[in-house]
């Protein structure tokens, strides 16, 4: 683990591997008062303090002291999505990957994933495929974002599967679109999918 | 996803409230924000300056945390009920109040049902109006702040709306009679900054350029981020960055080598390297940025 300087306010801990970041989050749970936000995201944890309340050297000093077990995330809950695999990037991904766009619905349909953050907007999921070998080559982004990617729309980049919440510019790679409400504010739970949720997609009947 | 429209969807009835004749989106219900959601994308929020916003409704006996209004450049006419405590602190502009002009940082009530308007803003950019009691829009994840970039909470206010007012707060309105404020400054804004986690992302020229050169404030700034214009900053590191936590005040570097200042309404992760980050003491700044406004970061030693 690294420590980073983040303002007055914060910092940031970054680790080699996404499991890294899923052990401090398992193992900072119990944080001290003053701590007010832990915010993970791919390679690293910000860790938002109240400096009224407790001093970044006190901090530095609780995070490095603190034993991070290996963990991964706790199960939160599962959801199946179905997805209409009729995105427009679906050809673009196959020909990145070499294959047939049929065998890049199969390689996202036949996996299962997990949410390691939730990032971009908000209920925005970022899924990794649980188990760690069978992860898929990494999509590049588009070379221009489009300026509306419709909501429900389940897309590919680097090593992610994310769905859009609702209508947003992005770059992603399109591969399909869900009616699956990711967010809604007024829901008892706002997000669908939260850290820890697995995700499984089949295929929607059209 | 359909934002509850401001003041539409509660009852009103036997309630003071206020109308709105004219707002054109540029009025805001805000709070002290949203706190600890990031973890389901949602930010902080919340007025953007935060000092103006506590001041405000101090004045007129609220607690910090009631709702306010936040009114971008002016424009705005507001129909206000009879015995109604307002105060309007952040920006300085012609504000009257029936016509007759309206003192900043002061706590005003009125005598009859009365139009306030406010008119474009002469110093700083954002007014803040706190009417006794607290806009009483309902809550949305624990708040009555408007995110813009989220689209969560009461939607920008538009003609036609009413809204309604809190029941009379158990505190008096102070005696204080004016608060000595001064206007949001109209020349070089000084703001301080300490080190963000990619600074080394920077090529040495670059760093000097960033803590060295004036800045100016783009017109292309909102509750989003304040963009600042000026030198071509140079990367030392071109590789992607995979997204990580960003902060109100993370200064991020975009690709075409600007910086830009994270404002209250930030996106919770981002991939854009955050050289720099503004001190919690200089955040408010930054809501009363004219465009074309100059502008230096000043790095700040003490504690790491």
Redesign the interface.
Known sequence: MRLLPYGDRALLAEFPTQEGVLGALVAWRDAPPGVLELVPAARTVLVRIDPGALGLGHLKHWLRSTPRIDASLPVADSVTIPVRYDGQDLAAVAQAWQCSPDDVIERHRAREWVCVFVGFAPGFPYLVPVDGESSLPPVARRATSRTAVPAGAVALAAEYCGIYPRSSPGGWQLIGTTDAVLWDADRAGPALVTPGTRVRFSRAVP | ?T?APAGRETSTRGRAVVRVLAADGRALVQDLGR??L?????SGSGAFDRAAHRLANRLVGNAESAATLEIALGGVRLALPAGCWLSVTGAWGPVTLDGAPLEPHTSVRTDRAAELALGTATHGVRYTLALRGGILVPE??GSRSRDT????GPAPLTTGDVLPLGPEPEQPVPPADLVPVDPPTLGVVEVE??????LDWLSTGARELLLGAEWRVSTRSDRTGVRLEGPTLERARHE?L??????R??IQISPDGAPTVLGPDH???GGYP?A?????SSLDRFAQLRPGQPLRLRLVAG??
């Open positions: 996803m934002p706190e600890g990031a973890h389901l994308g949602v949305t994840l970039l989220a689209a969560l900054v300490r080190p963000g986690p990619r992607e995979a997204s990580e936590g960003m902060l005040g993370s996106p919770v992760t955050v720099l980050v503004v001190t919690e504690r790491p």
